[in-house]
């Protein structure tokens, strides 16, 4: 018997956890102010790349004697800069519940080889806070864009700490409150919760990090995307819109004009408040549904952009397959793309709930899954 289709479908139909959502006034036509075919360092080319830099200190409140880079590689060539540059002083801490967590730990173990203290959890839970030492220096995701677990809050970071705290914040900046003087190198990327173009890093030091850069002289060669000081001082530089490598001015403009969006709809607040509507939205839904459930038990881990689910119907016995099956329903019907778990998570659903997407996009999808769901339970029940 074939089930009802919904009668509302989402206008956006794009869910991904990244590259992410457009904001809701993107046109392409508004990015004709970009100094295409022109030098970066042109005087055009430096004014955007600044204003991409305090744009971003505005509308996160990052503090004035804070420095913010523009870095290549995304968020991954700004967390391996970082560690590159400032780890192996002292004894580190790397925490990690999802897959690029555990990355850094690859990076500090096997690559750096440092003295490292590996802390991890599984996928929809975080480490024991509490027993973090924060005399250490510490790597770990603010946001698990994998699996939907973030850390609630800094209380468990030392205000008087001697280590540095190294936090890859991609799927948390402009959606969570960061407490900036717990922070001392920060990272994201512009695809994610503006929804930017890939590629592009931001690396944001403290000048506890600065102090690090200048006293201190990693044991190995650092190849020149990740060399941050020049003779044994910070390069302001970077910092000042002088990128490392050339960065396209396309995206440049682009990321401006998400910052632009981002105060029109109040700023940090208002991107946060959108996200949590929209993760409310999600939680509606899985309180009405006893056959789906959040992959993150306890609701102050939850995040509220990479929102994981999984199906918990005792008679699915392959949850890849019953999820991939849901997935490709819903893209068939052109009503959520790219919302199946990340290949390495628990099999099910994350579907995008940071700010750029609308409330009414995520209410109109909670319908569709139901109905993919009771549709793929029908079909399987046609088969057996």
């Known amino acids: 018997m074939a089930i009802d289709k919904p009668a509302t479908r989402p206008g956006n139909p794009r869910f991904s956890s990244g590259p992410c959502a457009k904001p809701p006034t993107f046109d392409l036509n508004n990015l004709a102010d970009a100094p295409l075919g022109r030098s970066h360092r042109a005087a055009a080319g430096k004014a955007k790349l600044k204003a991409a830099i305090e744009g971003t200190r505005e509308v996160l409140g990052i503090p004035a004697d804070y420095r913010i880079g523009i870095v290549p590689a995304s968020d991954t060539g700004a967390v391996e800069m970082a560690m590159w540059s400032l780890l192996g002083e002292r004894k580190v801490e790397v925490l990690a519940w999802e897959s690029f967590g555990a990355g850094w730990v690859t990076d500090a173990v096997k690559q750096l080889k440092l003295d490292a203290e590996v802390k991890e959890a599984d996928y929809g839970q975080i480490v024991d806070l509490s027993t973090v030492d924060t005399d250490n220096d510490v790597v770990f995701t603010w946001n698990g864009t994998t699996s939907g677990a973030r850390v609630p809050n800094g209380d468990w970071i030392k205000q008087d700490r001697a280590g540095l705290t190294i936090c890859d914040a991609t799927s948390a900046a402009f959606a969570q409150d960061l407490p900036w003087d717990k922070l001392d190198v920060t990272t994201f990327s512009w695809q994610k919760v503006l929804g930017g173009e890939a590629a592009h890093g931001m690396i944001i030091l403290s000048p506890r990090a600065v102090e690090r850069l200048e006293n201190y002289t990693p044991p190995w060669p650092l190849p ?31 990321y401006l004009q998400a910052l632009d969006w981002a105060r029109s709809v109040g700023g940090l607040d208002g991107l946060r408040d959108r996200a949590y509507t929209n993760l409310a939205a999600v ?70 709930c940071g700010g750029t997407v609308e409330a009414a996009d995520v209410a109109a999808l909670m319908p569709w899954i139901k109905w993919a769901y009771l549709s793929e339970l029908e079909a399987l029940s046609e088969s057996a």
């Open 224 to 254: 020149k995307i990740f060399r941050l000081t020049k003779g044994g001082k910070l390069n302001e530089g970077i910092f000042e819109g002088a990128t490392i490598n050339t960065p396209s001015m396309l995206c440049v403009e682009d």
């Open 283 to 352: 939680q509606t839904f899985v309180a009405e549904n006893d056959w789906i459930a959040f992959l993150v038990d306890e609701p102050e881990y939850r995040s509220n952009t990479s929102v994981c689910l999984k199906f918990t119907d005792e008679r699915i016995t392959d949850g890849a397959a019953f999820a991939k099956a849901v997935v490709t329903r819903l893209e068939n019907e052109g009503v959520a793309f790219d919302i199946g778990a990340y290949r390495d998570a628990p099999p099910g659903l994350r579907i995008w």
